[in-house]
């Protein structure tokens, strides 16, 4: 078996069973605990449309304190945004999903795509320097805050690596380009990349609670 | 300008002698972690459980509080003051907990110690960072859990202990109790206004403060006009007359429920329909929002802030109000449990607007308004004067950028702390109390 196929194969399977179960779990495992009816009398009823405002409206600029936080706001967006083109929008990428899924859709230009990527992964640097220099952000980081960031870069790193057919075989390259992919989606679980799953029912119980006392949040 | 009367500035001289003779607990410090955790646990539930895991540690959060704007440290930021809740969840409760248990320190008593201090006396639990969060964490109900565990825990700071503990024990806040309402009383009587003390039965239950008491006996007086005026069948009782409720904000949950259960079982004695909270904040949270919870029954009475009772007064015809001609802008300071945690945002701009008032809003407002500083019995801890005053010259420049002639309140904390900030940096912008604004103006 070449590296390629052990990536391919069995580092793909167990890497996605792993990835699966592991947000299963832990979305239950924080869901199904229980929790006390509130008791109060609403100010007014609230639920499904305060929830899915407050999923809405905590990507939108943040009024009062926008100025104070533009800089998080803005690689923030740029950054998840150049994430979905890079996946989503290159053409082998495309084809592998197409291969899982059986459709395809429309890719975009290879030096669009590269663009974005090289986009994500400036941000990111960019991002895990100021994690390590800003007063606020190192004191609250954990190892999890830098290991979810690194996870994620190298796919981004092996990605563009592969593409430029730069120090190695493209077999090899596209190799290492799987098993970082694969190692994000082990570490996915266990870390805060878990927010991508966590951050709706958040939003939506802040938006229920404080509906219910005639509070936009 | 703000001119400190004496009962001010001996009520100043009480808040300095606070904390100097609290009971302590002896307990060991394995002790106090254990009382800690059972709270944890038993409050770490599905909400704190989904806030917990979701936190990507941004720092967004730090930019919403006042004690971090205003002194740019880091240690102040919120989601650093919840940090050991976070940490207990990870290796006790979390589904991940065997994992999380290799790479994440466990909870000690100097830890409970250390973050006594960001919990008390650098959060005023104001909620600003609630509305920040771009994962929508409930960041305050999670410092009231951290307030609970160091409350179990015996590690509450003296002031706040000592004022809890006065009055779950003697039902009396700064050595007010029913003696003191009766002489308020008998004041407000030789001046025209009548205190219906004790009914056996009233539809309306009307409460006060000690601090009312103390400080501010034109606020009651106030409210006992719009009651009258209103036409209600009110009464104000000696024993449950008092809406503070230290217990909420010390964290300790038998002073927070006895205070709760006094005022629910005299309003249920005396079949009030209705309980009226005066002009505090936290009181209104307590019993507008905890209370049922608090004694795990729907109550048989409706809640209102005296500026919701007064709204509702003016909605129905049965209060009328003529122009303020005394003042011509005001901005209305949002207190936060009131408001950005209560709900209570449009009757006490609606109330100033018919009394003709230009209502200038602060830059920010409502929701995101910026807590005074010193809210939720804030201003009694002496050791965070130095952060309080800080916090109090930003919500000052706000209040200022709107060239009002008045900053009006709805609590009787914000109102204290920024008569404090004013005094001590020679601030003139005159505080005033809605319902004593809405009183001057009661139409004939």
Known sequence: MTLLDFARGPALQWSLIILVAGIVWRVLGAILLSTRKDLSTPRRKSGLKDGMGTIASRSLPASAFEKRIRFQHITGYAWHLALFVTVLFFGPHILFFESILGFGWPNLPNGVVLFAGAIALAILIALLIRRATNPVQKLISNADDYISVIIVMLPLLTGIIAFAHIGARYETLLAIHLLSIEAMFIWFPFGKLMHTAMTFPSRFQAGTSFGRRGIKA | ?444
């Not at chain 2, 919120?78 to 790479?103: C, G, H, Q, T, W």
């Not at chain 2, 795990?296 to 003529?322: H, N, T």
């Not at chain 2, 004013?422 to 005033?432: L, R, Y």
Request: hydrophobic share 40%; charged share 25%; aromatic share 6%.
């Open chain 2, 1 to 444: 300008m703000n001119t400190p009367s004496q009962a001010f500035t001996e009520f100043q001289v009480s808040l300095a002698q606070l904390g100097q003779n609290t009971a302590t607990d002896d307990w060991s410090d394995d002790q106090r972690m254990e009382r800690a955790r059972h709270t944890f646990m038993s409050r770490l539930d599905r909400r704190a459980a989904v806030d917990m895991d979701t936190c990507i540690h941004c720092g967004m959060c730090a930019e919403a509080c006042h004690f971090y704007v205003a002194t740019q440290e880091e240690r102040f930021t919120p989601a650093y003051k919840i940090d050991p809740l976070r940490r207990f969840y990870r290796r006790e409760v979390s589904p991940m907990r065997l994992f999380n248990r290799l790479f994440t320190r466990k909870l000690d008593a100097d830890d409970l110690r250390e973050w006594s201090e960001l919990v008390f006396e650098a959060c005023t639990g104001c909620g600003r960072c609630d509305m920040m969060c771009p994962m929508g964490i409930n960041i305050s109900d999670n410092i009231n859990i951290m307030r609970e565990g160091l409350a179990a825990a015996g590690l509450v700071p003296g002031e706040l202990r000592e004022l809890q503990d006065e009055q779950r024990e003697k039902n009396t806040l700064f050595g007010v109790g029913a003696d003191e309402l009766r002489s308020v009383a008998s004041k407000l009587a030789e001046q025209g206004t009548q205190l219906p003390l004790d009914k056996v039965s009233a539809d309306v239950l009307l409460l006060t403060t000690a601090v009312e008491i103390r400080l501010f006996p034109e606020a009651i007086a106030a409210c006992a006009k719009i009651m009258q005026k209103s036409g209600a069948d009110w009464t104000i009782s000696t024993e449950a007359f008092e809406a503070s409720n230290l217990g909420l904000i010390s964290g300790d949950k038998a002073s927070r429920r006895s205070a709760i259960s006094r005022i629910a079982d005299k309003a249920k004695s005396c079949g009030a329909s209705t309980v009226v909270v005066p002009e505090s904040g936290h009181a209104y949270q307590a019993l507008r929002w905890e209370s049922a919870n608090e004694l795990g029954e729907a109550l048989p009475f409706e809640v209102l802030a005296i500026s919701e009772y007064v709204a509702r007064a003016l909605k129905d015809g049965k209060l009328s109000l003529k122009p303020a001609s005394d003042l011509g802008s005001v901005t209305y300071h949002d207190p936060c449990r009131l408001s950005r945690q209560g709900g209570v945002f449009a009757e006490p701009r609606e109330v100033l607007q018919v009394m003709g008032l230009d209502v200038r809003e602060t830059d920010s407002n409502r929701r995101e308004n910026l807590c005074c500083g010193g809210g939720c019995g804030e201003y009694a801890i002496s050791r965070s004067a130095r952060i309080r005053q800080q916090a109090f010259d930003l919500k000052r420049h706000e209040l200022d950028d709107t060239q009002a002639d008045a900053v009006v309140t709805g609590c009787n904390n914000c109102r204290i702390n920024l008569m404090i900030g004013a005094e001590k940096s020679g601030w003139d912008m005159p505080v005033i109390s809605l319902v004593e604004t809405v009183a001057g103006n009661l139409a004939e």
